[in-house]
């Protein structure tokens, strides 16, 4: 799981509004209706005016991110909710958030970054919500994705997420990760799971030739090369740092979304805040 960086994050807040307009540029929706329909609300339904979020920095383990909490509560003041930072971290940071009337906690440490809804109890994950809100993404993007074919590159915490939510959608998966059980793990969970069989790849290359819709949820840098870009190529990248190479980032970009922090977190707070629905991780 890669550890973001105070520069990974620096302009979150500061440019949500970009970035949104981005993100309708190339999915023709908003960040509001990909993370609720990732998280199978209905952005008309959800009310934000009904809670109040407080984000806690974590001290433990390599400590605070300059600016991870900021960019945490930019993204979820940006979709219309009342949130604020706490002014001390750790346990003392969680009573000052209930004592200034939280609803929701959102809160990570070095392994895991969580919401917790106080009223309700449901929990959300931000490596299972990642997932679900880029595939939202992708769908959006391809328009739909059921009968569509999509290599699947990486089956860690996100990918399996994601893999679940494609099949969930009725597409065909190929996976490829570096580790090969991880691959077979997973097509298996997925056809226990939803009856269909996901082809495992091994040679990522040849299988990048082959795809046109590509999910990378990798933590490996710069495998996607302008050699397999082709103009009706759509990819979802999660993974931080990035799949494609520097030189065919020019060419990708405006059929790639990309981002920090923005969908995964934009989908925590819908998958907590929602009154039906999935949550719980
Ligand atoms: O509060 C803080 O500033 C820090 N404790 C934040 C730590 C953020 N954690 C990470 O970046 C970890 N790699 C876990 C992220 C999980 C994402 N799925």
Redesign the pocket.
């Known amino acids: 799981?890669?550890?973001?960086k105070s520069d990974d994050i620096s302009s979150v807040a500061s440019r949500i509004t970009e970035y949104d307009a981005e993100l309708q540029r190339k999915t023709g929706q908003s960040l509001s209706h990909i993370a609720a329909r990732a998280a199978g609300q209905d952005a008309g339904q959800f009310d934000t005016k009904r809670f109040k979020v407080a984000v806690v920095?974590?001290?433990?383990?390599?400590?605070?991110?300059g600016g991870?909490?900021e960019a945490v509560a930019g993204i979820i003041a940006h979709l219309g909710v009342e949130v604020f930072v706490t002014a001390t971290?750790d346990a003392a940071g969680l009573a000052e958030a209930v004592e200034r009337g939280a609803d929701i906690i959102f809160?990570?440490?070095?392994?895991?970054?969580v919401a917790v809804n106080l009223r309700t109890g449901k929990t959300a994950?931000?490596?299972v919500a990642?997932g679900r809100g880029y595939v939202a993404a992708l769908e959006a993007m391809c328009g739909g994705l059921e009968g569509k074919q999509v290599l699947l590159v990486g089956a860690g915490?996100?990918g399996r997420s994601a893999a679940m939510a494609m099949a969930a959608r009725g597409a065909g998966l190929s996976v490829f990760d570096v580790k090969q059980n991880a691959s077979y793990d997973l097509a298996s969970d997925v056809y226990l799971r939803f009856g269909c069989r996901v082809t495992v790849e091994t040679d990522l290359d040849a299988a990048l030739y082959r795809h046109r819709i590509v999910f990378d949820a990798s933590p490996a840098e710069g495998f996607l090369g302008i050699r397999h870009l082709t103009p009706e190529m759509r990819i979802a990248a999660p993974g931080i740092p990035l799949g494609i190479e520097p030189a065919a980032w020019a060419q990708a970009e405006v059929r790639t979304v990309h981002d920090p922090l923005q969908l995964?977190v934009a989908t925590m707070l819908y998958e907590v805040g929602g009154s039906t629905g999935q949550g719980g991780g």
């Open positions: 799981m890669t550890r973001l920095p974590l001290s433990c383990g390599e400590g605070i991110i991870f909490s971290p809160q990570a440490d070095d392994f895991r970054f994950d931000n490596s990642t915490q996100v995964g």
